[in-house]
């Protein structure tokens, strides 16, 4: 005997009935069922209408961890290590942007346990129709910490099988992409043609990022007290991974950031009173914009003020912005041919058995790594007498 057909709890109720006895609506063409009682029903369909329309199946399981609910948790807990300095603003953003996409995918109810080496692998496939082979492998190693976290701390009572298809892409196809996007590398002419036509702070920096390896968080977190300007010299680590460097400095490179220190704002912060840099707006050149919902979005000046260098110089090219100077400095100290010397100044980790046992490094073997990247710069025939300094700029 079928049940009457009840009345709907009031006009707009999105569910109708069926006469099989149950609430209903059709989907993408697909009539869907959500049960008897109405109020449950309609929970049921809020629950899984997201999914239903964009044509997942909703799996998720009662009492089992979501997507949502983990990544809340993992971002939550790298938001903490964002604000005590041990992560930086751009790689949390990475990680939240990764976890939006993941939840886009799957659907934001979609149950941990429930995901297969199938929804991998079709997640794997849309990536790799969008991002390089650089940018799928982050992405996959993302997804991959989300979920071993999900497991470490006991969220999931056993890992995540991803599956052999849900790998980063090879070496060769690396290779490859890397290949493809041409060198990053600046010839000593256009090098020169940076240094002349920047701002006096950006000319400082291109100078740290040619004489010294230094990359954009390395100029903008630099502090006066790093430098011997009588000396010459620069001791201070990657902010990176905390490895000390020391790198002598060129007459060119001191004279430019003694002219940015003198020309440079009053920073906002009081923290930032003894950096050698500070935009026009009184705040860091690559600093973290906080957002009331998304965290802290990472905010490169440098890259975009080098960018525009690049770009009014007619330089501009794939793969080539500020951090390409530090490629660059690492091209020609190689011709040097003293590696240890040159690891010491880029602040690389040495990894050899006779790192162990060297207790110092000789100044004169970074002063000749030093004089050798300013000659290529600066051949007899081109070498200036006197830096001219351009005007402030912000």
């Not at 709890?9 to 609506?25: N, V």
């Not at 239903?52 to 790298?78: D, I, M, V």
């Not at 989300?146 to 497991?151: E, F, I, R, S």
């Not at 002349?196 to 004489?211: E, K, V, Y």
């Amino acid at each position: 005997m079928k049940k009457p057909k009840p009345d709907k709890p009031y006009p707009d109720f999105p569910l109708s009935w069926h006469p099989a006895g149950t609430w209903c609506k059709k989907i993408k063409g697909k009539l869907c069922y959500f049960g008897a009682d109405a109020d449950a029903a309609l929970r049921k369909y809020l629950d899984e209408r997201d999914d239903r329309q964009a044509g997942r199946t909703p799996r998720r399981k009662a009492g089992e961890l979501t997507l949502r609910e983990l990544a809340n948790a993992f971002l939550t807990s790298k938001a903490l290590k964002r604000d005590a300095g041990e992560l930086s603003p751009a790689t949390w953003r990475d990680y939240y942007d990764t976890c939006g996409e993941l939840l886009a995918f799957f659907g934001k109810d979609r149950s941990v346990l429930d995901l297969a080496t199938d929804d991998f692998e079709k997640l794997r496939a849309k990536w790799a129709k969008t991002q390089g082979p650089h940018a799928l492998a982050t992405s996959v190693q993302k997804v991959r910490t989300l979920c071993k976290y999900a497991y470490d701390t006991s969220m999931i009572e056993r890992p995540i099988r991803f599956g052999p298809a849900f790998c980063k892409p090879s070496r060769k196809s690396m290779r490859q992409a890397r290949h493809a996007a041409g060198p990053r590398m600046i010839e000593a002419a256009d090098v020169r043609r940076l240094i002349d036509a920047a701002s006096t702070p950006l000319r400082a920096m291109i100078l740290l990022g040619i004489n010294c390896g230094f990359g954009q968080t390395d100029c903008a977190t630099l502090p006066q007290s790093a430098i011997d300007f009588v000396g010459g010299w620069v001791d201070f680590p990657r902010p990176k991974t905390a490895i000390m460097r020391r790198c002598p400095l060129w007459p060119e490179t001191a004279l430019s950031v003694q002219a940015a220190i003198a020309a440079r704002p009053t920073p906002n912060d009081v923290a930032d009173a003894g950096l050698c840099f500070i935009t026009k707006y009184g705040k860091r050149w690559v600093r973290a914009h906080v957002h009331p919902i998304k965290g802290a979005t990472a905010v490169d000046s440098i890259n975009l003020e080098f960018n525009k260098l690049l770009v009014a110089l007619e330089l501009k090219r794939p793969g080539v912005a500020f951090y390409a100077l530090r490629h660059v400095h690492r091209t020609i100290t190689d011709a040097a041919r003293d590696p240890v010397a040159a690891n010491h100044v880029m602040g690389h980790v040495d990894a050899s058995m006779g790192a162990q046992y060297r207790e110092r490094l000789d100044d004169s073997r970074l002063q000749a790594v030093a004089d050798f990247v300013r000659a290529w710069l600066w051949p007899e025939a081109v070498a200036p007498t006197v830096l001219p300094l351009a005007g402030a700029a912000g």
